[in-house]
């Protein structure tokens, strides 16, 4: 969908990823990432850093002075909560046990752990609202696309590595609930954006209207 409303606003290439494996051999490094580059990347945090409650306006780079307006009127605001331990839970080394799992099960699990470190732990964006009351608002972080689209990448790049595994799908349907319930026709509903389609007729990269590929450098 949002390759879809790009292309409406005259852009034509495909989605990039952000690898974050390369940018994970210390907080230094990960701040250093290109993707936060002022000229090529995203740009920096506010000036001074601060934390989830003190962080500044972004000053620098293509979104320098943006205004976002959800869930009030505000500047972008980016900062990253790191501790010296996380960036070792996104190594290349980690994808690549999280690869070698044959069952989507384990693949997920381990996968989504992983997302929420990098995305959600590692790196917010914060909205503060009229009262005073901190507010992460991780939707309208520019970096949240990319970053789905590695794990996107993930999840093809380990489905191509066995082809039974083009239809190895599970997992709960309902939040905090471990049951295993989630099926191949279950609905994916996209309140309007999109015509509301079943998980199985999106399980296929190269089927019913999607066309992509990824490139595999660094996951074997």
């Not at 409406?8 to 952000?18: A, F, N, R, V």
């Not at 320098?64 to 990253?80: D, K, T, Y």
């Not at 290349?92 to 690869?99: D, G």
């Not at 489905?159 to 309902?174: A, C, K, L, P, S």
Request: proline share 5%; charged share 20%.
């Amino acid at each position: 969908m949002r390759e879809r409303d790009l292309s409406e606003c005259g852009y034509t290439e495909g989605i990039p990823y952000w690898d974050w494996t390369h940018d994970a051999d210390s907080v230094s490094a990960f701040k250093r990432a290109k993707i936060f580059d002022p000229k090529t990347g995203f740009g920096r945090t506010g000036f001074p850093e601060g934390d989830n409650s003190t962080a500044s306006c972004v000053e620098n780079g293509p979104y320098a002075g943006m205004q976002m307006n959800i869930p009030e009127p505000h500047c972008l605001r980016r900062s990253f909560n790191l501790t010296s331990e996380m960036p070792g839970n996104w190594t290349s080394a980690v994808v690549k046990r999280i690869m070698d799992y044959p069952d989507y099960i384990n693949f997920w699990n381990n996968t989504e752990r992983m997302h929420t470190l990098v995305i959600e732990d590692g790196l917010c964006s914060l909205s503060l609202s009229h009262s005073g009351i901190p507010m992460i608002t991780y939707i309208v972080l520019l970096e949240f696309f990319v970053h789905h689209s590695q794990v996107d990448r993930l999840w093809t790049l380990w489905q191509g590595r066995n082809e039974t595994r083009i239809w190895d799908y599970g997992g709960n349907t309902v939040q905090n609930v471990t049951t295993n319930t989630a099926t191949l026709g279950d609905p994916m509903r996209f309140l309007g954006l999109a015509e509301d389609r079943p998980v199985e007729s999106l399980m296929d990269t190269l089927s019913n209207g999607l066309c992509y590929r990824y490139d595999d450098e660094d996951t074997n």
